[in-house]
């Protein structure tokens, strides 16, 4: 069996995939909660977090992680990386109470956009200096779109962008550090990618991490689609279907679990929000109708409010999601819904089983205490 | 399409319940539930004593279910009046599926939820209204998943309970047997009132013919993957509803079969007999897993072939006599009334004991070798029985003896035995205990005055023998036979304080009779067991002859060295080295057992003149060692051992030193005789006069030969003397510094 977990970290994301294997892939880490907050019900992370990849093992004590994908830099997704994470390029992140991760997967935009600032730029850095070190790294894109930012690097630096191919991957293709044979998973990927214009290629979304992870347990595939933030508003998630159609890779598209984007704004569905419900694009639409039945549907969220709001989430999209998924007879879960609106909150988990799919419903649902006999006679 | 549900009991308010569980359930679940997935729904009265409580659950399921378990779960948990009643927990959907764990229930009734593995006393010394919802969550999403049922946990059988039993033949391959000459059963219980217990024809010891011999229709079905019980059939239109979702067509099998029956037995014989449907079910674990299991079911029908055959339109009355119709394809017409009448049976399949469940019930594994038994008297018996029952199935039992009416006392035979021979009753025995015991008798004593070795004990085809005679006679026999398989031997101490077990090893290197030395020899060095050859407490004359004695001893003794017996056997049985064990315990105890296990030495054995004299290292280093202690003077003195004068044998088993009354010097030794005749006396009596004076030894100094000199030349004269009146020779043992010599008196004659 292999697991997803998804914290509940308020409109943020942080999930963690076990794979049945023992091998540990992190989408997205950001700690957002306020220690100094009593009414703040977003969880923890570091400890629940090294808590779930072993560090406190009575056995083994796990220390890293396989990789560390970062979908976009936006701080409700990295926040608290270099605070909790061993980062290769300075000193001062390196102590012995922080994860290391093997590799780490980013946009291309992560490494060549400038003016980041908090977190977002020490991963930044971190990612740079991976990538020049020409290890522990996968970049999401043609290697021609760092060939730019390589160029204007100090002398010294190796500048030919061919000896940095292997780093890179994309769209289209997949992750090659995983395979369904060796660890039961592989990894889509669909964005950031490449259009076609009329000027030739360009290079659009280049900013958010979109892959579709298809499971294999006990001989069945279960796919999940992790969609980060991706926006709607200009067609960008509009685009990735069409290319995706358009090469005749429809099933790249089919989910069973899907991680619903940019914490249920309508603006992963559409430019509008609608009056009541807001109504997907067609081609949004075709991709919500690709759950299949009994699927599920992750919303890294806060509450869903009754009313509407300007801010994610938005109870018009809510509505728009139930519609698919009731259809489907499937499962929809709002993270920092569980197991209720109030009070303390628990992990969503998901587990990928040779039965499919299954979302754990029940807080602490332990086995049943059952006395086994101790006494013959 | 709205859910339908079972109704049962009236609706009441919260106010009416009465029932403390109901309470506390109702209490939970309303303030608690949700966090479980569970809502409280409403309150039901049912009957007077019974309260319900409905819940709804919203299950956790795969997006594959195995059982087709809903997003929403309506339940209705009912308590008792009694407290001492675990609450049922009963699925409220008409339409909620047949799957493993669901309790059966009367017919069109719905089905509880199989919660507990513990026993309901168990259970309810922890169940609380967490604890049970906990449950029916866990049952729901387990169930969803298909995995309630352990990988580790037998499959579920398609019906429970049942109204008498059927032993199958042990055979292993009994199904195909079946498949073309079905075995015939014979009802061996006596009466219409008790429930049938039905056996092979071939294994009803004493058929009695008022009691109806049964045919066999045999059933194969298609592979049935494991899920709910169902309802054991209660007539014949049931029983053909039962097989119909597994592949078999019933009409048209009894059809088949009848019609054979009738046209192989006759009228007379095939009207009245009786039929028995054994059905053989391979069971999966799930729909696309491979045939995990194969159960078998059979049923009772409860009506004679004749009246069935009418029923099915295959046998119609002419004139008095039933004649058969032809089948012919067309539809015949099936007699559905007549046929609800004729009550199933259902029985519980059950295997025959055989070796392989002998010896999976005592957790021992299951040995094919062939084992000679000489002598089946109380011990024998006793061990023979014992072995059986772990699974030992192939033995040859050698012994001559009748039963008498006095050995019923200790022996595992009868009063209703007397005056067969021991060996044919107890392999009948052994038969019955083991229905695939191959015993073979040889009715008569071993002629341990023979040179011939009778079938049956050579080593090509028998793997032991196990000597429980109790005589010297019959283990020095085996001893001296060299194409006789390794051997055991066992016997009581007269007394009953001990039991001795002497093994051979696996090349017979060390055979009976040297062990049977060495137990003497142990005795004599161990204080504890100086008592255990005393003789019997009493004698009992049993007969007019004079070996017409038996002797004292209670069985439960004997029980327990035979099962101590058995034990060892059961331990040593792989075991290729000697071994010699005395287990004592004292007559007052309780069966506390001491075990000396003794020394078993390099032997030392030569042939002087027409003697062969064995001793070992044990007694070549003793005396060596009391040569050393005296240096630089000579020191000897007597040799204890037997004669075993009809096979031409000394055994020399120990040594006295010197009596204090000795000289010596470095070229001389005479031996004293101070206290010589009291501690030669002491050895007699501690091993019962089997071991005594054989001779002499004295040492010689270093650097001198061990030939006798002319001062032992002398002694042997004298040694000549005295022993040939005894018409035996005197032993002389010269020990040297590294050599030895053994000299006979008589070589001087």
């Excluded at chain 1, 560390?68 to 012995?96: C, M, N």
């Excluded at chain 2, 078998?296 to 409860?302: H, M, P």
């Excluded at chain 2, 002694?715 to 000549?720: F, T, V």
Aim: aromatic share 8%; net charge negative.
């Amino acid at each position: 069996m292999h697991e997803i977990i998804f914290y509940p970290i308020g409109n943020g994301e942080a999930c963690l995939i076990k794979l049945n294997n023992g091998r540990l892939i992190a989408f997205d880490y950001a700690d957002l909660a306020n220690p100094n907050d009593p009414n703040d019900r977003r969880m923890p992370l570091r400890e629940n977090f090294k808590q779930d990849i072993g560090w406190y093992g009575h056995f083994t004590k796990r220390r890293t992680i396989d990789v560390l994908a970062i979908t976009h830099g936006d701080l409700d997704h990295v926040k608290a990386i270099p605070e909790h994470f061993w980062l290769r390029h300075a000193k001062k992140y390196q102590s012995d109470d922080r994860i290391k991760f093997d590799e780490m997967w980013v946009p291309a935009a992560l490494i060549v956009e400038e003016g980041s600032e908090e977190d977002t730029r020490i991963i930044r850095q971190e990612a740079r200096h991976r990538f020049l070190a020409k290890e522990g790294i996968l970049v999401f894109s043609r290697p021609e779109a760092l060939n730019a930012w390589l160029q204007k690097q100090p002398d010294g630096v190796d500048k030919n962008i061919e000896n940095y191919r292997h780093l890179c991957r994309d769209a289209g293709t997949l992750v090659p550090s995983f395979s369904k044979a060796q660890d039961g998973v592989e990894f889509f990927i669909h964005s950031p990618f490449a259009s076609r214009t009329e000027d030739g290629l360009l290079d659009r979304n280049a900013d958010c991490i979109v892959v579709q992870a298809v499971f294999v347990e006990g001989g069945r595939e279960t796919k999940v689609l992790l969609s980060g933030d991706i926006p709607n508003k200009d067609g960008e998630f509009d685009e990735i279907i069409r290319t995706t159609k358009r090469h005749g890779k429809q099933h790249r598209l089919e989910w069973d679990v899907l991680d619903v984007p940019h914490h249920c704004s309508y603006l992963s569905l559409a430019p509008e929000k609608g009056t009541y419900k807001t109504k997907p694009t067609e081609e949004v639409k075709w991709l919500l109708e690709q759950g299949t039945q009994r699927s599920i549907m992750v919303c890294s969220s806060k509450e869903i409010p009754a009313e509407t709001t300007d801010q994610p989430p938005h109870v018009e999209t809510l509505r728009a999601y139930k519609e698919y998924c009731d259809a489907k007879d499937g499962d929809w879960r709002v993270t920092m819904e569980f197991p209720s609106k109030q009070g303390k909150v628990e992990r969503t988990r998901v587990e990928i089983t040779a039965n499919g799919a299954k979302l754990i419903k029940h807080a602490g649902n332990a086995a049943p205490i059952s006395t086994t006999a101790v006494r013959a006679g | 399409m709205k859910t339908q549900l079972f109704q049962i009991g009236q609706p009441i308010n919260f106010q009416e319940l009465i029932l403390p569980q109901a309470m506390q359930l109702a209490n939970f679940a309303n303030t608690q539930g949700s966090q479980l997935g569970c809502t409280l729904e409403g309150f039901l009265q049912i009957g007077h004593e019974k309260q319900g409580i409905c819940l709804k659950f919203e299950t956790e399921r795969p997006q594959h279910c195995e059982h087709a378990i809903e997003r929403y779960e309506m339940v209705l948990v009912v308590f008792n009046a009694t407290a001492n009643q675990l609450p049922l927990v009963i699925p409220l959907r008409k339409d909620f599926p047949l799957c493993p764990h669901t309790n059966l229930s009367k017919r069109g009734e719905p089905r509880s939820l199989c919660l507990y593995a513990e026993p309901t006393e168990l259970a309810l010394l922890s169940l609380t209204p967490a604890k049970l919802i906990h449950r029916i969550q866990h049952w729901f999403t387990q169930t969803a998943s298909g995995t309630l049922h352990g990988k580790d946990q037998p499959l579920e059988p398609l019906i429970v309970g049942a109204d008498g039993w059927l032993v199958l033949p042990t055979s292993e391959n009994w199904a195909e047997a079946m498949r073309h000459n079905p075995t015939e059963f014979y009802r061996i219980s006596p009466d219409e009132v008790v429930r049938p217990y039905l056996v092979p024809w071939s294994s009803a010891k004493q058929a009695d013919p008022k009691f109806p011999r049964f045919l066999t229709i045999f059933v194969e079905t298609t592979p049935h993957a494991h899920g709910a019980l169902l309802h054991n059939p209660t007539n014949l239109p049931e029983l053909f509803d039962l097989l119909v979702p597994v592949g078999v067509n019933l009409w048209d099998l009894l059809r088949q079969r009848l019609s054979e029956i009738f046209s192989n037995l006759g009228n007379t014989a095939s009207e009245s007999c009786k039929i028995v449907v054994i059905v053989r079910l391979p069971k999966t674990r799930s729909n696309s897993s491979e045939v995990e299991r194969i159960d078998t079911y059979a049923f009772l029908l409860g009506a004679n072939a004749g009246e069935i055959g009418i029923a099915l339109d295959v046998l119609h009355r002419q004139g008095g006599k039933l004649v058969t119709i032809a089948l012919i394809n067309t539809a015949p017409a099936t007699d559905i009334e007549q046929l609800n009448k004729i009550p199933v049976n259902t029985l519980n399949c059950i295997s025959d004991c055989d070796s392989n469940l002998a010896a999976s019930l005592s957790g021992t594994p299951r040995t094919d070798d062939m084992i000679a038994v000489v002598g089946l008297g109380s011990l024998g018996s006793q061990v023979v029985t014992n072995l059986t029952r772990l699974g030992m199935k192939k033995w040859h039992f050698f012994d001559g003896d009748l039963m008498s009416p006095h050995n019923s006392v200790r022996h595992v035979l009868s009063r209703s035995d007397t005056g067969t021979h021991k060996a044919t009753a107890l392999a009948e025995l052994c038969r019955d205990i083991l229905a695939d015991s191959e015993v073979q008798v040889t009715s008569a004593d071993l002629d341990v005055l023979s040179e011939l070795l009778p079938d049956g004990l050579q080593r090509n085809g028998t793997d032991w023998v196990f000597d429980f005679s109790a005589s010297m006679a019959v283990s020095r026999w085996i001893a001296k036979r060299d194409h006789i398989t390794r051997a055991l031997s066992a016997f009581l101490t007269p007394n009953g304080e001990a039991l001795i077990l002497l093994v051979e090893d696996k090349e017979r290197a060390f055979r009976l009779d040297w062990l049977e030395m060495l137990h003497y020899r142990s005795i004599l060095n161990t204080e504890f067991l100086h008592g255990v050859l005393a003789p019997p407490r009493g004698k009992l004359r049993y007969g007019w002859s004079c070996r017409d004695v038996s002797f004292e001893m209670p069985q439960d003794v004997v029980a327990h060295w035979a099962a101590m017996t058995a034990r060892f056997v059961r331990k040593e049985l792989n075991n290729a080295n000697a071994k010699v064990r005395i287990l004592h315990t004292k007559e007052e105890g309780y069966g506390e057992v001491t075990v000396t296990d003794v020394k078993i030495a390099p032997i030392v054995s030569e042939q002087v003149g027409d003697w062969k004299i064995t001793t070992d290292l044990w007694l070549l280093e003793k005396l060596r060692k009391l040569r050393t202690q005296k240096l630089p003077s000579e020191t000897g003195g007597v040799l204890l051992g037997t004669f075993d004068t009809f096979h031409r044998q000394i055994y020399l088993v120990d040594a006295l030193s010197a009596p204090l009354d000795s000289q010596a010097s470095a070229e001389y030794f005479e031996r004293g005789f101070a206290g010589l005749t009291d501690d030669v006396r002491h050895v007699q009596m501690l091993t019962a006069d089997q071991i005594q004076y054989v001779g002499e030894w004295h040492s010689h100094p270093p650097s001198c030969s061990t030939n006798p000199s002319a001062q032992d030349l002398k002694l042997l004269c004298w040694q000549a003397e005295l022993m040939g009146l005894d018409a035996l020779p005197g032993v002389m043992l010269i020990i040297g510094e590294v050599s030895h010599s053994f000299v006979l008196s008589h070589q001087l004659y």
